[in-house]
């Protein structure tokens, strides 16, 4: 009896010691933690949460010690005991400040994007031109009262309106394929900036699940599944400026249902000679629900429309010979209207063998009219150069991405795989001569686009600890179509592409606080229908060839800095000019440089972050000296100090500076640099009441905020003019802000 005894008990501990599988789901607030970071202090084992808050993390057995954390959260220390092995764990993290001593280069999924996240808490966004600012080394400018997507600037690149950045709201394409204005045309003024959750960016065609415009990076936005409080905001501010917010809870039933509504208005004449009369109203709704412990539906409904009027680009001789003044005009008759209307469902849910899969199914219906006079009197001296770009289309679509993690017991490997579609029906998209925005005098182009895009990918994370290998494949199919109503018969041109995009990338932790990274891998941006079928385009997804090898280090806890030297080829691209209705062929060309980045937590609430980028951008085509690749930046620098909570008050000083840049291909002429200052200052009465101040260009700096090289004449000029045209920059700006929070 006694050796029984002794017997059961020896199996009974043996039971207790051995390893086991343990699940558990990471929530704050009652909602489910993405990438929240699970690891086991004694078998060294780890894993990060998924899109429900759940996570598997084996080898662990009673006396056990799990942390649990997440940047912006406190972390928890668990102590496995035997009852809690044989239980499915829930765990709260509570909410606290984002401190940057608390991060540890291996535990964050993305480190770069963690940064981002600390950048975004501690200096929030409060104009929807402040959203792709958050992206290191991504500038803009706003060239059309304020209605026209932004021009942006990243890694060299002029990206124009979105031809090398792909961005995304909640899995939904916001880049325009074939638009009226141009390739990749992305306006997301849709966007309302206080629903903004997170941000995810990469730079450089590295990345599997993202394709088309991926080149020089990608940006993605995840709006909120719920509000932490309701919202009442109401701002005024110089050149008759106004912006209305209003954010409400409509469901709240903890962690199974949430909805709300938003809702924007915003309305300014801006600091022109000839009023903007822009307006823009912006409507979102979003409801989500748990199905049950291992599923989640989100719907979102949301509308958005706007119009103005414009001053345009003045030529830089009028303003030297004290004709206009820089807010001045030539042709006060540009501007335009827009809207789009977007639903997006998003269903998250985990399939048998712990696969987990996200679908979003997505339709859109987008208006563009845009009209613009760029040369003046240059080819109609009597009725002047106006245009008008026109379109109507409509947007359907779905993602779908799987994922599985195995444990080959000496290493780790987390397979993802997608496959997706994206189906664009443009109807009459147009380019036209136009007199006074109301007469056509000739129709360039007229037609309808058809483009389907397929795609599927396959992505495999190897982590043999210190190392991760992650080899991965893209395969694109992009149908194009065109029917031209301009031709004298009859005319639908077809024309298929596929592309096969491998990439290849190795992450080596030499320790918590010094990460190395070599990234490589092939990207495109696609061609506008029209040119491919028009002009026979052989190349129709010219190709981008890129690597990145680089570091994040922290030499103290306080400080973190990353770097990164980087190429990207270019194949030869054939440019669609939209505001022509032609095509430039620009050649093969190369572009690399240095990125850097420093995020210095100088106190628990005043934190500095500032990145730069350093780039040599030569077309390979052309001879030493004509090689230069016109607007493209050779030095950007943005960053700027934030602080919280010290006495009721926060706020924070940012700046931007772009070095001069080449205007045309032998840099003899050159585009301004400008280096601009903005403040905001801010006060908490309460926990309910807020009054804020924010001031653009708080040194009242003369700048020009898009500039190009045009040959343009005036209605009283004999011959035509090649010289800088430019959009000016906003002057000192003050705006004050009240906001009620309940």
């Not at 005098?441 to 990918?457: P, T």
């Amino acid at each position: 009896m006694k050796n029984t005894l002794l017997l059961i008990v020896l199996v009974g501990f043996i039971f207790s010691a051995k390893a086991q599988t343990i699940k558990g789901i990471v929530l704050s607030d009652n909602q489910p933690l993405e990438n929240a970071y699970v690891y086991n202090q004694n078998s060294k084992q780890h894993a990060h949460t998924n899109q429900l808050g759940q996570f598997v993390i084996n080898e662990t057995k009673v006396g056990d010690s799990l942390v649990i954390g997440l940047l912006g959260y406190q972390k928890q220390n668990i102590l496995l005991t035997k009852g809690l092995l044989n239980s499915s764990l829930i765990i709260n993290l509570e909410t606290k400040a984002f401190l940057l001593d608390e991060l540890v280069l291996t535990e964050p999924v993305n480190v770069i994007n963690s940064m981002v996240k600390i950048d975004l808490a501690t200096s929030p966004i409060n104009s929807s031109q402040e959203i792709l600012r958050k992206v290191p080394g991504l500038i803009i400018g706003q060239h059309a009262g304020g209605g026209k997507a932004e021009q942006l600037f990243l890694r060299g690149f002029d990206v124009d309106h979105g031809t090398d950045v792909g961005l995304s709201v909640d899995g939904m394409p916001v880049n325009m394929v074939s638009h009226a204005h141009g390739q990749g045309y992305s306006d997301l003024h849709f966007l309302i900036p206080e629903t903004i959750n997170t941000i995810s960016f990469g730079k450089g065609p590295y990345y599997a699940n993202h394709g088309d415009f991926n080149t020089a990076g990608f940006v993605d936005f995840k709006t909120k599944d719920k509000l932490d409080d309701n919202l009442i905001s109401f701002s005024a501010g110089q050149f008759n400026s106004l912006r209305t917010l209003g954010m409400f809870n409509l469901l709240d039933k903890n962690n199974s249902q949430n909805a709300y509504v938003a809702v924007e208005y915003i309305e300014t004449d801006g600091p022109f000679k000839s009023p903007q009369n822009f307006d823009r109203l912006n409507l979102i709704g979003k409801y989500n629900a748990f199905i049950n412990s291992n599923s989640k539906v989100a719907l979102t409904l949301s509308h958005f429309t706007s119009q103005w009027d414009a001053s345009g680009q003045i030529p830089q001789r009028l303003v030297d010979n004290g004709t206009l003044s820089n807010f001045g005009a030539v042709d006060d008759t540009e501007g335009g209207e827009t809207s789009r209307t977007n639903f997006n469902i998003q269903h998250s849910t985990i399939l048998d063998n712990d696969v987990e899969m996200q679908t979003n199914a997505f339709y859109s219906n987008y208006k563009f009219q845009l009209y613009s006079n760029f040369t003046f009197f240059l080819d109609d001296p009597i009725n002047g150069d106006q245009i008008k770009q026109k379109e109507n289309r409509n947007i359907f679509g779905f993602n779908t991405q799987f994922k599985k993690n195995v444990d080959y017991n000496t290493f780790d490997v987390s397979y993802t795989s997608g496959v997706g579609l994206r189906y664009d029906d443009v109807n009459d998209i147009e380019l036209s001569h136009t007199l006074n925005r109301k007469t056509t005098l000739e129709n360039i182009q007229l037609g309808d686009v058809n483009q389907r895009n397929l795609y599927g990918f396959f992505n495999a994370e190897i982590d043999l600890g210190k190392v991760k290998i992650t080899p991965a494949v893209r395969l694109e199919y992009i149908k194009f179509q065109y029917q031209d109503q301009l031709s004298d018969t009859y005319s639908n041109l077809t024309q298929s592409e596929v592309a096969v995009l491998p990439k290849l990338s190795i992450q080596y932790n030499q320790n918590n606080n010094l990460q190395w990274f070599l990234k490589s891998g092939i990207g495109f941006h696609s061609n506008d229908s029209r040119v491919v079928l028009n002009q026979n385009i052989d190349n129709a997804l010219p190709k981008a060839y890129g690597v990145d090898f680089g570091n994040i280090w922290k030499p103290s806890s306080k400080v973190v800095i990353n770097t990164a030297l980087w190429y990207l080829f270019s194949e030869e691209e054939f440019v669609y000019v939209g505001d022509a209705g032609i095509i430039e062929p620009s050649g093969k060309s190369e572009r690399y440089g240095l990125d850097l980045g420093i995020r210095y937590q100088l106190s628990d609430n005043i934190y500095f972050n500032t990145d730069a980028t350093l780039t040599r951008a030569r077309s390979l085509e052309e001879t030493d000296g004509n090689d230069y690749i016109p607007l493209a930046p050779d030095f950007t620098l943005v960053g700027g100090v934030s602080f919280k909570d010290i006495n009721n008050f926060s706020g924070g000083i940012n700046y931007r500076y772009v070095d001069d840049r080449p205007a045309n291909e032998d840099n003899s002429v050159q585009a301004e640099g400008y280096f601009v200052t903005d403040l905001n200052l801010n006060y908490a009465f309460n926990t309910q009441w807020k009054l804020g101040v924010s001031i653009e260009n708080v040194f009242d700096t003369d700048w020009k905020e898009t500039q190009f090289l045009t040959e343009s004449r005036l209605q009283n000029e004999d011959q035509a003019v090649e010289e800088i045209h430019f959009t000016p920059g906003t002057p000192f700006y003050f705006k004050t802000t009240l906001s009620y929070s309940f």
